[in-house]
Nanobody, 115 residues
Framework: QVQLVESGGGLVQPGGSLRLSCAISGSLFSVYAMAWYRQVPGKQRETVATITSGSRATTYADSVKGRFTISRDGAKKTLYLQMNSLKPEDTAVYYC??????WGWGQGTQVTVSS
């Protein structure tokens, strides 16, 4: 059974940075395109960033382009999201998962951007 464990969230002031991590166990992590998603209560989950299996290509939501960077470490079976120049509108619970045919969702990690 696949387990996704997100971490690295917290409270940060506008303009600050955070690095999220997602540890994946129980699956062949390296063969799948992966993504970071976020969700605000009462709204649909949105895709923040994606990365192909070989890290050759990444995509970003327009709202985070130029500020966030997605990466992956196959040896550690870990997905990362470096978030810089954070804004209050980035406040959400962040999740990782496959791009398609998602596994069960992890608990997510809360990111709160506030002064």
């Amino acid at each position: 059974q696949v387990q996704l464990v997100e971490s690295g969230g917290g409270l940060v002031q506008p303009g600050g940075s955070l690095r999220l991590s997602c540890a994946i166990s129980g699956s062949l992590f390296s063969v799948y395109a992966m993504a970071w998603y976020r969700q605000v209560p009462g709204k649909q989950r949105e895709t923040v960033a994606t990365i192909t299996s070989g890290s050759r290509a990444t995509t970003y939501a327009d709202s985070v382009k130029g500020r966030f960077t997605i990466s992956r470490d196959g040896a550690k079976k870990t997905l990362y999201l470096q978030m810089n120049s954070l804004k209050p509108e980035d406040t959400a619970v962040y999740y990782c998962n496959r791009v398609e045919n998602t596994w069960g969702w992890g608990q997510g990690t809360q990111v709160t951007v506030s002064s």
